[in-house]
């Protein structure tokens, strides 16, 4: 089975930055993409950003031009670089990655915004 790690979650302020970080068991190359969903209480899992093996990105209207996605395919690791953080942005950040028809999820790791 392919693990996904996530990590660099935490407690930020408003305006604030983080990066995520998501490594996996197995070489991300084989992967047909890899993406970020997030998910905040009360709420169902939404779709965040995407990236192809070919590199490729895709963003949700909501994070455009404050996020950014990208790969280390030596470290097999996918990141998730988010600027300018709002408390909207407040919730559990999931990898994803997926070699039709499976889908692997990580646990999740959480980013709080707030004063």
């Known amino acids: 089975q392919v693990q996904l790690v996530e990590s660099g979650g935490g407690l930020v302020q408003p305006g604030g930055s983080l990066r995520l970080s998501c490594a996996a068991s197995?070489?991300?190359?084989?992967?047909?993409?890899m993406a970020w969903y997030r998910q905040a209480p009360g709420k169902e899992r939404e779709y965040v950003a995407t990236i192809t093996t070919t590199g490729t990105t895709m963003y949700a209207d909501s994070v455009k031009g404050r996020f950014t996605i990208s790969r280390d395919n030596a470290k097999n690791t996918m990141y998730l670089q988010m600027n300018s953080l709002k408390p909207d942005d407040t919730a559990v950040y999931y990898c994803?990655?997926?070699?039709?028809?499976?889908?692997?999820w990580g646990q999740g790791t959480q980013v709080t915004v707030s004063s």
């Open positions: 197995a070489s991300i190359s084989t992967f047909n993409a």
């Open positions: 994803r990655a997926a070699i039709p028809p499976i889908v692997y």
